[in-house]
């Protein structure tokens, strides 16, 4: 179950979904909107919140609005800070998540991540620096799948563990 979104929140999808409205007359109106929604977000606290799409969207925005180089500084901010987190995504540390699990939602935001760089890269016609990038979504999202299948050892195993106290308990009481 989920909770209604706050009007802030309303407010940040507002502007995302303004931004999408006006990519098609003004790419520099709409990649306006995605930093007013990324100002607002950084504000309170909530840009670690975000889908992780979300993110992606202003690089995106900036290479196809013509503008490659902020393009690329904004890719390259999004992975330099992916790559350094050791908690859950953008640095919140969530401790009910396992180590496995953490390391498995940063390498799919990474391999999420190289890969739309890898899509700009191409649209700008760079075919070596995208295939460069590529390589790297594949890598990271390798690494994705090994800490999810250790993520998943690691419940079924708590799982395990919670099934046979819970036998236990209702042993004890007979």
Same mark, same amino acid.
Do not use: N
């Given at each position: 179950?989920?909770? +209604?979104?706050?009007?802030?929140?309303?407010?940040?999808?507002?502007?995302?979904?303004?931004?999408?409205?006006?990519?098609?007359?003004?790419?520099?109106?709409?990649?306006?909107?995605?930093?007013?929604?990324?100002?607002?977000?950084?504000?309170?606290?909530?840009?670690? /919140?975000?889908?992780?799409?979300?993110?992606?969207?202003?690089?995106?925005?900036?290479?196809?609005?013509?503008?490659?180089?902020?393009?690329?500084?904004?890719?390259?901010?999004?992975?330099?800070?992916?790559? =350094?987190?050791?908690?859950?995504?953008?640095?919140?540390?969530?401790?009910?998540?396992? =180590?496995?699990?953490?390391?498995?939602?940063?390498?799919?935001?990474?391999?999420?991540? =190289?890969?739309? /760089?890898?899509?700009?890269?191409?649209? +700008?016609?760079?075919?070596?620096?995208?295939?460069?990038?590529?390589?790297?979504?594949?890598?990271?999202?390798?690494?994705?799948?090994?800490?999810? +299948?250790?993520?998943?050892?690691?419940?079924?195993?708590?799982?395990?563990?919670?099934?046979?106290?819970?036998?236990?308990?209702?042993?004890?009481?007979?």
């Amino acid at each position: 179950m989920t909770s +209604e979104p706050s009007p802030l929140e309303k407010e940040i999808a507002r502007l995302h979904a303004e931004a999408t409205r006006l990519k098609q007359s003004s790419w520099d109106a709409a990649i306006e909107s995605l930093l007013a929604a990324r100002a607002l977000a950084r504000a309170h606290g909530l840009e670690r /919140y975000a889908p992780f799409k979300e993110h992606l969207r202003l690089p995106l925005f900036l290479q196809s609005a013509g503008r490659w180089t902020e393009s690329e500084r904004e890719f390259k901010a999004i992975i330099a800070e992916l790559t =350094y987190v050791t908690g859950h995504r953008f640095g919140s540390i969530d401790t009910s998540q396992s =180590y496995a699990f953490s390391q498995s939602d940063r390498h799919a935001c990474l391999s999420s991540a =190289y890969e739309k /760089y890898a899509l700009a890269a191409k649209r +700008e016609r760079l075919p070596e620096l995208a295939a460069w990038l590529r390589s790297f979504a594949v890598s990271h999202d390798a690494q994705h799948r090994h800490f999810l +299948e250790a993520s998943l050892r690691e419940f079924e195993a708590a799982d395990r563990e919670r099934k046979a106290r819970v036998a236990a308990r209702r042993a004890s009481r007979t």
